[in-house]
Structure formats: C-alpha cells, structure tokens
C-alpha cells in the first residue's frame, strides 16, 4: 500500500524519480528494484514514508548490514535513495535531503574475486568437448574473455560482423554502459581461429547476426544472454574443482588483468585492454599481485638469509 500525499502516490512520485533518471534502462530497473526494497523495509517497520528521519535512514543501513548485504550493496542502495529524496526536496515534498550525511560502509581497497592460475586456464579450455558446435561455442567464449578481458555483457552484444580483419585484426566493441559500439580493440589470429572453428558450424551468417546462440533443440538459436553465460562458465569451472562463490564468469575478466600484467604488460596496457575511464579501476589487479607476494614476501626470504638457520648452535 502507497500513501498519497498531495495528488500523487508515493508509486507515481517513484515513476517520476526514474523518468528523470539520465541512465541506461538497465540502471533504471535496478533503481527500480533498490526502491522497492526500501519501500517493503518501511512497511514492515510500520513507519510513515512521509515522517521519515534521518534516524530511520541509519537504521536502515544497519538493517542491511545485519543481513550481511555487501559494502558495495549498501552503498548503492544509500546512493539511489539518497537521490530519490534529493528529487522529492526539490519537487518540495522534503524540506531536506535525509539521506546526506548518511555514510556509507567504509570499503576497503582489497581484491576479492578470485583469478585463474595459467595452468587452471589450460585445464578449464582442456576440458571443453570440441567435437560440438555447443562446445565450439563455450570454448570461443571462455578464450575471448580469457585472452581479451570482456565483460559478459560485452560477449552477449557481439554480431558476427563486429570482427575486422581487412587490414588489421580488431573487434567492435560495445562497452558496458554504452549504446553504441564505441571501441576498437586487437585481437590475435588464435583468436580469430576459436571463433571461425565455431562460426563455420553454423553456416551462411549475415554480419548482423549474434555472434553468439543457443543451441539448444526448441530456442529456436536465440542469443545468448548474460544468464546463460554465467552458467556455462562456472559448470566448467566445476569440472577443474573451481567451485565457491569467489569463482564467477567475471573472474576470467580478472584473469586476462592480473596474467598479463605479471606477464610484463603495462598497467596502461592493461587499463585500455579492460576499457576502465580511470586507471585507477584498474590498479585493483595490483593489489591482486602485492597480496599474492604477502604469501611468499621476498623482503622476509632476505632477512632469513642475513639471520642465518634460526638455530642457537648451543
């Protein structure tokens, strides 16, 4: 139930806020859905949406870390509604924002998502059956995010025609957020290969067709999308005992960034390869490395050998 205040409910002022939204449609739902959250969190509480305090935005942060929510989790939640109400202040429906001033829960700057050892990779492309167009299909697609770091949803924009090779071997890519196909990036010729050993399964294809289907009796070769991904990574990732929450479809992003920066690549390399605004998304995968040498720390190996054995020799 929305309370009405004034000529409109609280759902008409919602629709409203997510109108003037400058976002993608995906944002949109997802403001959607923080919203709603929110709003079944006020009703079970029996508070009154349009009595609401400061206090109550508090508690309501602490409700959320009591369910265990992630840092990132609360603080875009905090960040959607702190601009829903900065929208009912300026429509004057709040004399004030009560969301500013609200912190978000401190992150930290540590890597969490884990990233797959050169051998795993090969164990993981080993274990694919070739000998099918399906396996044909979730083989290009494993190396194309392993070799170029795509994003999942990057994968599931892909037309057949996105892939140059004229004068040099590029892809089209249509970048996360972005309506268009926006960057250019190389790829290689083992590439180039995964793809054409699948793609010549599939026949006569026009230069708009998804690059990626189902193949699935009944779907009828509709695209993949983002779900369907997600679900063919992580059941070979199964097979090569990858198997907790730490390893996702997104970890192979994570692994092309963290193989080849200790594989020499400049973190500027790597930074364009990704497609971050800001090299300091990328820096992340440093850190992925810095706590990697923690476990086998060079500076303690040193001191162990100026100390000597340890022992007191008496």
């Known amino acids: 139930m929305y309370v009405m205040n004034g000529s409109k409910t609280i759902r008409d002022l919602v629709s409203d806020f997510l109108r003037s939204q400058d976002v993608n449609e995906?944002?949109?739902?997802?403001?959607?859905?923080?919203?709603?959250?929110?709003?079944?969190?006020?009703?079970?509480?029996?508070?009154?949406?349009?009595r609401l305090k400061k206090a109550d935005i508090i508690?309501?942060?602490?409700?959320?870390?009591?369910?265990?929510?992630?840092?990132?989790?609360?603080?875009?939640?905090?960040?959607?509604?702190?601009?829903?109400?900065?929208?009912l202040t300026d429509m004057g429906y709040y004399d004030d924002n009560i969301v500013l001033g609200v912190?978000?829960?401190?992150?930290?700057?540590l890597f969490r998502k884990k990233y797959l050892t050169v051998d795993k990779v090969k164990e993981l492309l080993g274990v694919i059956d070739t000998g099918t167009v399906a396996g044909k299909r979730d083989y290009a697609i494993i190396s194309l995010m392993v070799r170029l770091g795509v994003r999942r949803v990057e994968v599931c924009?892909?037309?057949?025609?996105?892939?140059v090779t004229d004068d040099k071997l590029v892809v089209n890519l249509q970048r996360k957020g972005k309506v268009d196909k926006d960057c250019q990036l190389g790829i290689t010729p083992v590439i180039l290969d995964c793809l054409?050993?699948?793609?010549?399964?599939?026949?006569?294809?026009?230069?708009?067709?998804?690059?990626?289907?189902?193949?699935?009796?009944?779907?009828?070769?509709?695209?993949?999308?983002?779900?369907?991904?997600?679900?063919?990574?992580k059941k070979y990732m199964k097979k090569v005992g990858l198997n907790d929450r730490y390893y996702?479809?997104?970890?192979?992003?994570?692994?092309?960034?963290?193989?080849?920066?200790?594989?020499?690549?400049s973190?500027?390399?790597v930074q364009q390869?990704?497609?971050?605004?800001?090299?300091?998304?990328?820096?992340?995968?440093?850190?992925?490395?810095?706590?990697?040498?923690?476990?086998?720390?060079?500076?303690?190996?040193?001191?162990?050998?100026l100390f000597g054995n340890g022992t007191n020799g008496g």
């Open 26 to 50: 995906l944002s949109r739902r997802e403001y959607s859905s923080v919203i709603n959250c929110f709003l079944r969190w006020v009703v079970v509480e029996g508070l009154d949406f349009w």
């Open 59 to 87: 508690r309501y942060k602490s409700a959320m870390m009591s369910e265990g929510k992630s840092v990132y989790t609360i603080s875009l939640y905090l960040t959607v509604i702190r601009k829903l109400f900065g929208f």
């Open 103 to 109: 912190k978000s829960p401190r992150k930290d700057n």
């Open 157 to 163: 924009r892909m037309k057949v025609g996105d892939f």
């Open 196 to 233: 054409n050993d699948y793609l010549v399964c599939r026949g006569k294809l026009s230069s708009d067709s998804p690059l990626f289907v189902t193949h699935h009796p009944g779907y009828g070769g509709a695209p993949l999308n983002g779900v369907m991904i997600s679900r063919l990574v």
């Open 248 to 265: 996702t479809c997104h970890s192979l992003r994570h692994t092309a960034a963290v193989l080849s920066l200790k594989a020499g690549a």
């Open 267 to 269: 973190i500027y390399d």
């Open 273 to 305: 390869m990704l497609g971050h605004k800001s090299i300091d998304t990328t820096r992340i995968y440093l850190r992925a490395i810095d706590a990697e040498k923690m476990l086998d720390n060079p500076a303690i190996r040193c001191l162990d050998k």
